[in-house]
């Protein structure tokens, strides 16, 4: 066996070790954001007025940092931890659209958002 083929035997070997312990991570409510390496996952934040008629303000913002769905429900959950708001985050696009009832203060938003290991990026 050449080197050339011993080193391509590993590389497989440890591609397959990464992704079977990704998969066995995702089995036990793990994913790419909640798996203790970066990020912690954030507590869920119910918001309980869905009615967007009562939120006058909104505002959107490119999200960096997010990669799968848990990371964009990260997201989302530390914005509406935030009082007075109610987000909403799309992975596709990067954007969390922020309803308010109140001023959208951005700091706070952005405090939020980088406590849970993500950022708030400006245009």
């Known amino acids: 066996m050449s080197v050339s083929t011993v080193i391509v035997v590993i590389i497989i070997a440890v591609g397959f070790f990464l992704g ?11 994913s790419c954001c909640s798996d203790g390496q970066k990020r912690a996952r954030v507590k869920k934040a119910i918001v ?7 939120y006058p303000y909104q505002a959107n913002f490119l999200i960096g940092g997010m990669s799968c769905e848990g990371c964009a429900q990260n997201v989302a959950n530390a914005l ?4 007075g708001t109610w ?4 992975l596709g696009s990067r954007i969390a659209t922020v309803r308010s009832k109140t001023p959208i203060d951005q700091g706070a938003l952005s405090d ?3 406590k849970a290991g993500y950022q ?4």
Not at 120 to 123: K, R
């Open 20 to 30: 079977l312990s990704r998969i066995v991570a995702s089995f036990s409510g793990k």
């Open 48 to 54: 309980a007025d869905t009615d967007v008629s009562h």
């Open 80 to 83: 509406n931890a935030v009082e």
């Open 87 to 90: 987000a909403t985050v799309d």
């Open 112 to 114: 939020a958002v980088r």
């Open 120 to 123: 708030i990026l400006q245009p």
